[in-house]
């Protein structure tokens, strides 16, 4: 008997079904999104539960402490044992450590991703197996996720634009902007939010570079920022790494009249309320990591057998002279 070309693939299909669940029908093979329990492997306070979390880089000060308040927090769960891998600023990197921990079976993954499109199919494969993830400060593209936890960065870059409109340059001036990463959605979200901010008022942002948010970066790029535009009075960016950067540049051009204002807000002593505290930054945008608020959530799913949030926004405060020693005796309370 002759099959017809439609038969032969029925056949083919029914042979891989138990492999593939259907020929080409799968959510992973089709792109659609399974509908995902994220308190299906829950064994209540008696299990014991790896979580594995990618990190975009630790060449940050930010992604240093996140992993910090990461296994901080995790260290007071005795279920929890959290591996992390730092992708190191490489896309396929990250892409290949969440592959190694969907191999692994972890029973939730946490991820800050280093740019959102190259990162999304792979977070999809991950809650497409089942394993609830945790996105956090930076996003994935669609919705395969169980819950995002970070700051609104437009309403940050809007916080941060109107502290220029209505105190540091109320008549108006030339600025400067040193972005973050192209592709990573906080920099998309804090430049919409900074051109909100400044709407109505006569500041002009004259120039704008990737600082890839890394201090020695900005600082490089502000030196040629500052030859290019000398009459600028001030520099908005996106990170206090940054805007440390670009002061330096700055000093080494005795261009002291300078003001700046980045965006994170660490209580560090190398951080950004330290630097607004001793004048070289004139405010920074608190940016919480959300790693406690990430093991919480780990918790909930895993031994309380409870349902997250899709979202959770965390607070952010501007941190100026007047309230920076408060804000930072604030946050390192134990």
Known sequence: MRMTTKSLVA??????????????????????????????????PGGKYTIGMSQANLAEPYRVRMDDD??????????????????????????????????KQVDLLMISPNEAAPLTDV???????????????????????????????????????????????????KILQLKGLSGSTPAAEREQGFKEGIQGSAIEIVATEDGEWERSVGQQKMDALLKAHPD??????????????????????NRTDLKFVGIDGLPIPSG???????????????????????????KKMLVDCQQVPKTQTLQTELVTKDNAADVYARLNQS
């Open 272 to 298: 950004g309320i330290k630097a607004v505290e001793e004048g070289r930054l004139q405010a920074t945008n608190l940016y919480p990591t959300g790693g406690e608020e990430a093991v919480e959530a780990a």
């Open 123 to 173: 977070v999809k494969k991950a809650y497409n197996r089942g394993i609830p993830v945790v996105v956090l400060d930076r996003k994935v593209e669609g919705d395969a996720y169980t819950t995002y936890i970070g700051a609104d960065n437009v309403q940050i870059g809007r916080q941060a634009g109107e502290y220029f409109k209505t105190t540091l340059l109320p008549q108006g001036g």
């Open 11 to 44: 056949v083919t299909c029914a042979a891989v079904a138990f492999a593939a669940a259907g020929c080409g029908t799968t959510s992973e093979n089709t792109g659609q999104v399974q509908v995902q329990d994220p308190t299906k492997n829950c064994q209540g």
């Open 70 to 103: 990461i296994r901080k927090a995790a260290e007071k769960v005795p279920q929890f044992e959290v591996q992390f891998a730092d992708a190191a600023k490489d896309n396929s990197k990250q892409v290949s450590d969440v592959e190694n921990f969907i191999t």
């Open 232 to 253: 600028v009075q001030a520099v908005y960016a996106q990170n206090d790494p940054m805007a440390e950067g670009a002061y330096l540049a700055a000093q080494a051009a």
